[in-house]
């Protein structure tokens, strides 16, 4: 049985603090077919946000990152994460939201 990959995007800016137990959640999840897209918007004074998102992607190779030129609110750096979407699902996310660990088995 082939499963799916369900993508998950997450439009970054200015948010490390919350960023790190969405992450953890992320990769916790008992279903291992995802790919985490992440488009960072952060300004030069937020550095830590760009370097936390490029030691994932070097991590675990289904972390995808992208430091964007400028920042497009929530709604351009969502289309900047779809770009780099390659899932059968798309999973909208923010740097602030948890998933129980089942979630995306079921």
Wanted: some cysteine; overall charge negative.
């Amino acid at each position: 049985m082939i499963s799916e990959k369900v993508s998950i995007i997450i439009p970054v800016y200015n948010a490390e603090k919350y960023l790190h137990r969405c992450v953890q959640s992320i990769q916790g999840q008992t279903y291992q077919n995802w790919e985490l897209c992440l488009a960072d918007g952060s300004g030069a004074e937020h550095k830590e946000v760009g370097e936390y998102c490029k030691r994932l992607a070097a991590q675990d190779e289904r972390i995808k990152y992208q430091k964007l030129a400028k920042n497009d609110g929530i709604s351009g750096n969502t289309n900047e994460c779809l770009k780099l979407a390659t899932g059968e699902y798309i999973g909208l996310f923010d740097h602030d939201d948890i998933l129980h660990p089942s979630v995306l088995y079921e």
